[in-house]
């Protein structure tokens, strides 16, 4: 016996319910369980969506049996509508839709009105007295039956209309008259036959199997796979279609159409919302061609008149489905309704899209109400959709100009000066002061310093992962990326976009969260933790047993990440501090010193100002562990690459230029990633580790002695071998000792090591007899996992994803099946020997909700990230947590 694959919603014996989801998709489960519960629906029935796949098996043609199956709940649907499909009186009209589990709209097809032909269109117009009805409802189902389903351009028939209003001088499609409809008709039919070499089909069977077939073949359009593909939805679900009987909301003023919220989904507040457009289809409301009214009398405006004044019953019958939908499917529902002649019909409900602020509204106010549970309340917010309620954002009450658009590469909002040149944009910055944007073509790794001065960065090439947009997120910081509308001219320090021209000095706003590009200050409002997001990171409290803390490297972030729940700092990167200010000209003494006394004599003056540092980032996080990574970059991305730097330093350092240019010549690596960086450098000059290593206790000891309570990790970073660690930890403890020696004061602290080259991960094991901690840098080991370069990934990250070679840029979600697995490894040999070493991750991954969730369940003690995704983290851990207990 066959399987059965179509089901009837809509009589006394609904077949399908809300938990088939999968096999008859969203749209046909949530109608057979609107029919289950009482919930008005016009009658129809279900394809499922494995029929898609067979019928693709099959050569894209239905069979016999289906055809049966088919045409049974077509009587059946004529019984329950007591109308005949095809009868030239009073016929049925069909709807034929897509609807797949996992809902992507406008992506497939659909066709309306199905049924009607040249004598149907007369009895139709007869039996609903409504002429106009009836030929706009045909010319509408010409049009798309032979779009959809036979694939003729839209364009062709829009054009017709284009004519005919030209003609008529009308504004509208609404002042066509019925004559200008059946002439319409006429042009239409004209067109296919033109296009086809048969004339448009009478017969409405088939239209219907051509339009069913329609429907599982645009399963396969371009459109739905590129969705597909964007949105990681497998590729082998298939649809559903939908046959329902149609309802029209345009049969005159005692009709309707609108959609309606059970709760408003941009402030999450629990109201009724919505609109509706009296006498008018779906398709009305979408196009925009009239203003909508409100649902509520009270967002009633001037002019307008609500659903509740318009229709007081329809209104409390809509409220009554509010609170039955939402009771039923416990969360906001997203629906669409019509009402013919004074008779209310739902077409369509799904959990509602929503903003971040909203869903986390929404999700604290339900379980305050008992509608959900907390678990549910902490399992039901995105973590990810935190992050935009973390920046800065813009004032959503603010007046705005918008310039243009491109890519929300990463979220908050900025306000600065446009600058052209990222040298001018920290000079701007860091010495006058000024708030700027960086405006660039593109951004590349020179452009880092420019980029961290500035308020936030805009592109006009590249995409999400572009250069500027992943070191924007890194950063936290606000970027706009590919705004490909923008002429931009570095000569004449000026862009051009929309007709009007922007100089440098003029003042822009970004959105991040949304791309938008506007002229002038919009003003901004500042982030905080309050009111239901504190809640919902009460609950999240309970949960959580993962550590979460922040990569920062001042005291500033630190204290930042604290307020956002930090509890210690996981990353504390060194080499940041040797940019600022004078330093640099320290630092470059030291890294262009000839024998170990001098490169001595030069990091003496560099370690007052390391120490000072440390005393801010230690009470900053008074009472919580600090990890403090030593030096780890190349030492030649210290030195001037520019000539009249290079001049400068010369002039500075009382030497030669060209001894710089040899200096810099002689330190340029071919693979600076692998090559003299992290580690080798504290082997090849351990002066410059045993400076950082006094500093830091120094510091600790400074704190200690001021009542604060300081935990110091000093980590070594880039060991592959457990002598490395071994060599550093001596000079290390040696450096501490001497301190204690002098201070009279002594701290604990920890020596551990950063597991980022593979072969760590392989000997973690031995290298876990010395080392008191180890933190996964998985920014590098994903790097040298894979043989990716980190900053170069963006020239081919975005065709592996299309290629489906990657699912992910590796950079952001961990490859948990070959990075992650190395990571195990190397948790697992290093608790071989050390039962409770402790292990946290510091690379980018550590505030990415799927690889905090690995982290969890792998058994890592902690996550560490910047100090915005610190939120993120920890919402992303509580739910592992729920996840794993459930
Ligand atoms: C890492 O490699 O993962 C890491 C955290 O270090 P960095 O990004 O500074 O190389
Ligand atoms: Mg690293």
């Known amino acids: ?157 829009e054009e017709k209309i284009e004519e005919m209003k030209q003609k008529k ?60 593909n964007l949105n990681n939805i497998p590729h082998d679900l298939g649809t559903a279609v939908n046959v329902q009987a149609m309802v029209f909301g345009n049969t005159g003023e005692n009709s309707g159409t609108g959609v309606a919220f059970t709760r408003d989904p941009s402030t999450g507040k629990n109201k009724f919302y919505g609109e509706f457009l009296p006498n008018a289809q779906g398709e009305d409301v979408v196009a925009g061609i009239r203003t909508p009214q409100p649902l509520n009398k009270d967002e009633e405006k001037e002019g307008q008149t609500s659903l509740e004044v318009y229709m007081p019953e329809i209104y409390k019958q809509l409220r009554k489905i509010q609170k039955k939908l939402e009771n039923h499917y416990t969360d906001m529902q997203d629906f669409e309704f019509t009402i013919q002649d004074g008779e209310l019909y739902l077409l369509q409900t799904r959990t509602g899209k929503r903003t971040a602020k909203a869903a986390v509204k929404m999700a604290v106010d339900m379980k305050e109400e008992g509608l959900i549970d907390k678990k549910t309340a902490v399992k039901r917010v995105d973590p990810d959709k935190l992050e935009t309620l973390l920046h800065p954002m813009i004032d959503p009450k603010a007046e705005k100009e918008v310039l243009t658009e491109g890519l929300p590469a990463s979220p908050g909002a900025a306000v600065g000066k446009v600058v052209f040149d990222s040298e001018e944009a920290y000079l701007k910055a860091e010495e006058e002061g ?63 976009v929309d007709g009007k021209t922007i100089k440098k000095g003029d003042f822009i706003t970004l959105d991040g969260s949304s791309g938008e590009v506007m002229k002038g200050k919009v003003p901004t409002i500042e982030p905080k933790i309050k009111g239901e997001f504190e809640k919902l990171m009460e609950w999240v409290e309970e949960y959580r047993e993962l550590g979460v803390r922040t990569n920062a490297d001042t005291a500033h972030d630190a204290e930042l990440a604290r307020n956002f729940g930090a509890e210690g700092i996981g990353l504390c990167r060194t080499e940041h501090m040797f940019f600022e200010g004078e330093r640099i000209q320290a630092v470059r003494e030291m890294i262009l010193s000839n024998t170990e006394e001098e490169r001595r004599k030069a990091l003496k003056k560099i370690e007052p100002m390391q120490k000072d540092d440390f005393v801010e980032i230690f009470k900053a996080m008074d009472g919580l562990p600090v990890t403090v990574r030593l030096l780890d970059p190349p030492l030649h991305e210290f030195l001037p690459m520019e000539e009249e730097q290079q001049k400068e330093i010369a002039k500075d350092l009382d030497v030669d230029v060209e001894e710089i240019k040899d200096k810099v010549e002689a330190l340029s690596e071919i693979n600076p990633m692998l090559g003299h960086r992290g580690v080798r450098l504290g082997i090849t000059y351990p002066e410059i580790y045993e400076m950082q290593a006094r500093a830091i206790i120094r510091a600790a000891c400074e704190v200690k002695d001021e009542g604060l309570d300081v ?42 090591t950063m597991i980022e080259v593979p072969r760590a991960t392989v000997v973690a094991d031995e290298i876990a007899k010395t080392a008191e901690f180890f933190s996964f840098g998985t920014n590098d080991l994903t790097q040298m996992t894979y043989g990716f370069s980190r900053d170069d990934i963006g020239k081919f990250v975005n065709i592996y994803q299309k290629k489906n070679i990657l699912e ?79």
């Open 434 to 496: 000024e708030k700027v944007i960086l405006v660039r073509l593109e951004t590349s790794p020179e452009d880092i310093k420019g980029m961290a001065a500035a308020e936030g960065i805009l592109t006009v090439r590249g995409g999400m992962t572009s250069h500027a947009a992943v070191v924007a997120r890194g950063m936290g910081k606000c970027c706009v990326a590919g705004a490909g509308e923008i002429n931009l001219d570095y000569e004449t320090q000026e862009f051009e």
């Open 711 to 752: 935990i110091p990790e000093i980590m070594i970073p880039l060991v592959g071998t457990p002598e490395e660690l071994d060599q550093m930890k001596v000079v290390v403890d040696d450096a501490a000792q001497k301190v204690f020696d002098q201070t009279k004061t002594k701290v604990d602290y920890k020596v551990g």
């Open 808 to 886: 992910n840029d590796p950079f952001q979600v961990l490859d948990q099946k070959g990075v992650g697995e190395l990571v195990k490894m190397g948790l697992e040999r290093g608790r071989k020997t050390k039962k409770d070493l402790k292990v946290g991750i510091c690379g980018e991954h550590g505030g990415e909700p799927s690889s905090v969730k690995f982290c969890y369940n792998i058994g890592l003690d902690y996550v560490s990230c910047s100090p915005y995704r610190v939120p993120i983290a920890r919402l992303s851990a509580a739910q592992a947590a729920i996840e794993k207990s459930e």
């Open 1 to 157: 016996m066959s399987r059965k694959r179509v089901f009837f919603f809509g009589d006394e014996n609904t077949e399908g319910k809300t938990e088939m989801k999968e096999q008859l998709g969203g749209k046909g489960a949530n109608l057979a369980e609107m029919a289950n519960i009482g919930i008005p629906v016009p009658p129809g029935f279900t394809i499922d969506a494995p029929t898609c796949i067979e019928y693709f098996d099959k050569g894209e043609k239905l069979w016999d049996d289906l055809r049966d199956e088919i045409r049974k709940h077509l009587e059946r649907l004529e019984k329950t509508m007591g109308k005949k499909f095809g009868d030239n009186e009073d016929p049925l009209l069909v709807s034929v839709r897509s609807g797949a589990k996992i809902s992507m709209p406008g992506m497939m097809d659909t066709i309306l009105n199905l049924g009607l032909n040249d004598d149907a269109v007369e009895g139709f117009a007869k039996v609903t007295d409504n002429k106009r009805l009836a030929w706009d409802s045909y010319r509408r189902f010409i049009q798309m039956f032979s779009d959809v389903a036979m694939g003729i351009e839209a364009d062709k028939f």
């Open 169 to 228: 001088n009308y504004e509208n499609d609404t002042d066509l008259t019925v004559d200008d409809l059946k002439e319409l008709v006429k042009q239409f039919k004209e067109i296919y036959k033109e296009e086809k070499g048969e004339p448009f089909p009478q017969d409405p069977k088939e239209q219907l199997w051509d339009s069913i077939e329609a429907v599982f073949s645009s399963w396969n359009n371009n459109r739905a796979i590129t969705y597909r």
